[in-house]
């Protein structure tokens, strides 16, 4: 069975857009884990535009199931998973104006940095995953590194209509084959909602999907009908 690990990131979000301390995504994180979470998924970025060092310390604490820590292969953000000690570490690419998560990581290009960086966290006993392109240098790379696992984008076969995306798609099947061969746990994430997700899990092999945005939006929508009538009935009561 494939597990879902939920990214807490927008609930951070949130939070940052008042700089106050709701919502809170420790709090968010246990309730994932209570319906059925099996990994709470953070994205410390270089710039702490939502997650912040608290949450990643309290979150250490307090998960239950795995805490996979999304971070830029940075000597900053290596310092802090040495202290942290994640179960996870997911080393991602990071640029300061994107809005998310751009692309994979280009292992082949820094093969001698992230070996060396992939050596000091599994000397601190932190499983190693890295999140790439579905491309086959990309993955042999990741293996020659010693990563334990890799996380497939799957953002561009999110984002691509038609034909486009039936190839993005194979592209992602080859790319389960390949780690696999290349003895890499596999894992998906990016972009995947309630619709794009089912042609990705009927490929089978990928043993963990890292979902954000189309859960926190969906709790948004499903929420929000709940959280007015208890305002309405505190308004009108009075
Ligand atoms: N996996 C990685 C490596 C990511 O960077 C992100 C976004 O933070 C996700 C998964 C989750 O993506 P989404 O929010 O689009 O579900």
Redesign the pocket.
């Known amino acids: 069975m494939a597990k879902l690990g939920v ?1 807490v ?1 927008h609930i951070a979000t949130i939070r940052q857009a008042r700089g106050g301390t709701e919502p809170d995504p420790v709090t968010a994180s246990a309730i994932a884990e209570l319906a059925g979470a099996d990994g709470i ?1 953070v ?1 410390l970025r270089e710039d702490r535009r939502h997650i912040q060092d608290r949450d990643v310390m309290l979150l250490r604490r307090t998960v239950q199931t795995h805490l996979n820590l ?1 971070m830029a292969a940075t000597d900053e953000m290596v310092a802090i998973a040495m202290k942290v000690v994640p179960d996870y570490v ?1 080393l ?1 690419p990071e640029k300061r104006q994107e809005l ?2 751009e692309g994979g990581l280009d292992v082949v290009k820094q093969k001698q940095k992230l070996a060396k960086q992939i050596d000091l966290l599994h000397q601190a006993g932190i499983t190693v995953s890295l ?1 790439v392109d579905p491309d086959l240098e990309q993955l042999k790379a990741s293996a020659r590194v010693k990563a334990d696992y890799i ?1 497939i984008h799957t953002g561009t076969y999110c984002d691509a209509k038609g034909k486009a995306k039936v190839s993005e798609l194979a592209k992602i099947e080859e790319a389960v084959k390949a780690g696999k061969k290349l003895g890499l746990g596999v894992n998906a ?4 909602n309630y619709q794009n997700i089912k042609p990705v899990l009927a490929l089978g092999g990928i043993e963990e999907y ?5 859960i926190i939006s969906r709790a948004v929508l499903v929420g929000l009908d709940r959280a007015v009538r208890e305002m309405a009935e505190l308004v009108h009561g009075s």
């Open positions: 990214n990131d998924t994205h999304e997911t991602v998310t998560t999140f996380e994430g990016h972009g995947l890292n979902i954000g945005h189309s």
